[in-house]
């Protein structure tokens, strides 16, 4: 069989991470898919952090590992992944051919900036992403915790082409068929996607939505601006979205926050040029 067109369902032991069996895939278009894979019973992680996933290299040499966000909250039982697909890249050449019960290396340790630890405690909780920069958040979105420590949860997902909205669906309908957060999320999700290459009801990058005051139009609740008292901000996605928006964020009186020192906003930098 050939491994750089369809990795083997069975992959050769490595001491430095662990096996994971792949339990479904689903493809968005040509550019992106999702995919699950069954968690171990050892594997724990906050909701919002990334982890080290890969395959064997050429004739089983080192394995070829890249970081990808979790995108099923913590409690999940399966560890769910967003990612584009690079036709003739390293990984996700064969990544993106993957199919249920293959098997994939996992990192041991999950970390990450882009948890609810990181932050202060306020009412407004931000998340804005561009193209799989969104999979933390979904991570997020679905984690109770963050329902108790926010009453507002926005999520804002930025790409170019109207396709390319994962989980578009899901969203929109504010997670109606979460079994836990289902019904907090009727009241206090709400979901901002926005396309800046085709035409569809929100167009144009997230900083012109900021710049404009479309972010903060209804149904969201409270001042049309980033407001540090109320306001804590999570980013994930493209260099240059951050950099803007983390400017914007300073300038407006927000203060960067990690792990060891919780601020008002956070960037995960793993993903970071």
């Not at 001491?15 to 968005?28: E, G, I, L, S």
């Not at 064997?56 to 979790?70: F, L, Q, T, V």
């Not at 300038?251 to 008002?264: F, H, I, M, T, V």
Request: proline content about 7%; aromatic content about 8%; glycine content about 8%.
């Amino acid at each position: 069989m050939n491994m750089l067109t369809r990795p083997p369902a069975l992959i050769p032991d490595h001491t430095a991470f662990q096996t994971a069996t792949v339990k479904w895939v689903r493809h968005w278009n040509e550019h992106l898919f999702s995919f699950a894979v069954d968690r171990p019973p050892s594997f724990r992680f906050r909701s919002g952090e990334f982890v080290m996933l890969g395959l064997p290299g050429e004739d089983g040499g080192k394995p070829i590992m890249r970081a990808y966000s979790i995108a099923s909250p913590a409690y999940s039982d399966e560890l769910e992944f967003l990612s584009i697909k690079v036709q003739d890249g390293p990984l996700t050449g064969r990544l993106q051919m993957i199919q249920a019960d293959d098997q994939l290396y996992l990192g041991r340790k999950p970390t990450g900036t882009l948890v609810c630890d990181a932050l202060l405690g306020g009412q407004r909780l931000w998340m804005l992403s561009t193209g799989t920069g969104l999979a933390p958040f979904l991570s997020l979105a679905r984690d109770p915790e963050v329902y108790d420590r926010f009453s507002q949860i926005i999520v804002v997902h930025g790409t170019r082409r109207v396709s390319d909205l994962a989980y578009h669906d899901e969203l929109s309908a504010q997670l109606a068929d979460d079994p836990l957060v289902g019904d907090q999320a009727q009241t206090q999700f709400h979901y901002i996607p926005t396309v800046t290459r085709e035409p569809f009801a929100t167009t144009g990058r997230i900083t012109d939505l900021i710049a404009d005051g479309r972010l903060f139009g209804a149904p969201v609740e409270g001042p049309a601006r980033f407001d540090p008292e109320i306001d804590r901000v999570m980013l994930c996605g493209s260099t240059a979205m951050i950099k803007e928006t983390a400017g914007l964020l300073e300038a407006a009186g927000l203060e960067e926050g990690s792990n060891a020192k919780p601020g008002q906003f956070v960037i995960e930098r793993a993903f970071v040029d």
